[in-house]
């Protein structure tokens, strides 16, 4: 229950004794409330993306009634509403374009209605950020609870990954070397339980952004979707987010600038997805901390990968969590001091006391950092002259021998263009060209599309190569892998250099030394500069006309540009 003498938020609401006050317990009546439900009980919110469209949060209404229980037990007054739900799989053009508009939709669902506290149920990629942007520029108490990932994928006998493996075994039919068949079997092998992608790519990097952020309670990160530990923290969630609003722990006390960088170096060490950047800097600039690509590059530096899950290792989320998951990895940074420790949590506790007495049980997927699974693996933030404002490259998933690298670009103008000539023989491309994609950016695509781990072409795949340098302003999803250079800024559609490359110019890749060079002098680049033309709006109205209009580039976290910052929590108007 509330503190006595201090008055909820939702009292403006229910305590009224007049025309509105009316109005707003009686509609609600209609589900069999009793009046003193309305005297002072903490109202919560159960924000939840379900929607049988995203497959992901396809288990989200079972999880909704577990956080339900658990508020009813510590004495609040639970409320559910939806939002919209984004799921990578199925939204076209891409997920990402609408997650600023979904951001916008819980911004604005908390702080119109009648709550006091909120848990966000979040699971597909965009889901997380979406979620927690939109709850941190309205700044109540908040706990995040992820809907877990799928249990591990079995195709002919052998562990097969979300994602990760949708692309070896896309390649491996464009090469010939297994059937259409075997394809269609593996579709049915690889999900075979609710929840999100079982490989480390972006959901279940942000499921463990959450945890060490602080904003999930301990173990949010890995227990699988149909583990009933995962209803159990559901329900804890529930409880403890009454205490939060009776103590009145806002979104911004947890959300701090220790935080953000415990989730930088915890990203590290799991091996996460490139696209943990820009959302953890869209999220960080909502609650007002700025957090840029220097913090990334600087915090990351040196880091080691310590979880041998894939796109860069072996395993998967369900080794990952009987492993001991997060709470290990947290514990071993702690240990070598890589943590702000007193960084506090939603459970009341500090990140420190909560994975002290974390125990690993399986040293071969979660390994130490003096024996790590890969050494100097944190995201790397490139520049030059081809991204004066960054690129980054995620070291763990690359190849070796390609970390410092110089070639031929063979250019790609559009998604389109890529997809008409890249199987075609006469493609003039080699295992030392950079394949270079353009106009895949926030505004380009729109949307910045996970397209930038291009497929490459069956005439190197039937040669055995399977990697080279691929360069875009776009993004990749976070199961996929190798030496793949992303989010360039500018963008090409921004008039950034990308989009002056031309078919022969020299490239050089340097991740070592954090640089990406285009071999053109600059001369050169004015003449090209003149002659170009920025590429037509996709769309003249609606949202995406809003989006192209506002976006700011990925640097930036590729927010709208007036949705940056926190208003509060106050309602601008009464309706009297």
Not at 550 to 565: C, I, K, R, T
């Amino acid at each position: 229950m509330a503190e006595s003498g201090r008055k909820l938020r939702s009292q403006a609401w229910f305590a009224r004794q007049d025309k509105m006050g009316f109005y707003y317990r009686s509609w609600l009546k209609n589900r069999g409330f009793p009046q003193d439900q309305f005297d002072g009980r903490p109202v919560i919110g159960i924000c939840n993306t379900w929607s049988e469209l995203t497959p992901c949060n396809s288990h989200f209404r079972v999880l909704a009634e577990h956080v339900r229980y658990g508020v009813l037990d510590a004495g609040g007054f639970p409320l559910e509403f939806p939002v919209m739900s984004l799921g990578e799989t199925m939204l076209r053009p891409t997920a990402m374009l609408y997650r600023n508009l979904a951001s916008m939709d819980v911004e604005e669902s908390i702080r119109a209605n009648p709550l006091d506290g909120v848990v966000l149920l979040m699971g597909c990629d965009k889901t997380t950020p979406a979620l927690l942007m939109g709850a941190s520029s309205v700044d109540i108490p908040t706990i995040g609870v992820s809907g877990g990932p799928m249990l591990r994928g079995i195709h002919c006998g052998k562990p097969i990954g979300s994602g990760t493996n949708v692309i070896s075994m896309s390649e491996q039919l464009r090469a010939g070397q297994i059937t259409l068949e075997e394809f269609h079997e593996a579709e049915a092998d690889m999900h075979r339980s609710h929840g999100h992608c079982m490989t480390m790519g972006t959901a279940s990097t942000m499921a463990c952004m959450v945890e060490a952020l602080g904003v999930g309670m301990p173990g949010n990160a890995a227990i699988p979707a149909v583990d009933a530990r995962r209803n159990l923290l559901a329900r804890e969630a529930g409880r403890r987010i009454v205490e939060l609003v009776d103590t009145d722990t806002k979104l911004s006390q947890i959300l701090t600038r220790e935080a953000f960088e415990n989730a930088i170096r915890t990203n590290a060490a799991i091996g996460g997805s490139t696209n943990a950047v820009v959302h953890l800097i869209a999220i960080a600039r909502r609650v007002g901390v700025e957090l840029s690509l220097d913090d990334w590059d600087r915090l990351g530096r040196n880091l080691h990968c310590l979880v041998d899950l894939m796109p860069s290792g072996r395993y998967l989320m369900e080794d990952f969590f009987e492993a001991g998951g997060l709470p290990v990895v947290l514990r071993e940074l702690a240990k070598h001091g890589l943590l702000h420790e007193n960084a506090l949590t939603v459970n009341g506790r500090t990140l420190a006391e909560n994975n002290r007495d974390a125990q690993c049980w399986k040293p071969d997927v979660i390994r130490t950092l003096d024996d790590p699974f890969k050494r100097d693996s944190g995201i790397a933030v490139l520049r030059g002259n081809l991204a004066p404002d960054g690129a980054i490259i995620k070291p763990s998933a690359a190849s070796p021998h390609l970390m410092r690298h110089t070639g031929r670009a063979v250019v790609f103008e559009s998604i389109e263009d890529l997809h008409a000539r890249i199987n075609d023989d006469a493609l003039d491309i080699d295992e030392n060209s950079v394949m270079v994609l353009k106009y895949c950016g926030p505004k380009g695509y729109p949307g910045m599309a996970e397209v930038g781990n291009m497929p490459l072409p069956p005439k190197l795949l039937k040669r055995g190569i399977t990697d080279i340098v691929r360069i875009s302003d776009a993004r990749m999803s976070g199961t996929a892998y190798g030496t793949v250079v992303l989010h360039t800024a500018p963008e090409s559609a921004a008039g950034g250099p990308l989009a002056l490359v031309q078919n022969g110019d020299m490239i050089t890749l340097d991740v070592a030394e954090r640089r990406l060079e285009l071999h053109v002098d600059d001369a050169e680049l004015a003449k090209r500069r003149a002659a170009w033309t920025p590429p037509p709006e996709p769309m003249e109205r609606g949202y995406v006309k809003l989006y192209v209009d506002h976006v700011l580039q990925a640097n930036d976290g590729a927010d709208l540009d007036f949705l940056v910052g926190r208003s509060g929590a106050k309602v601008p108007r009464d309706n009297h």
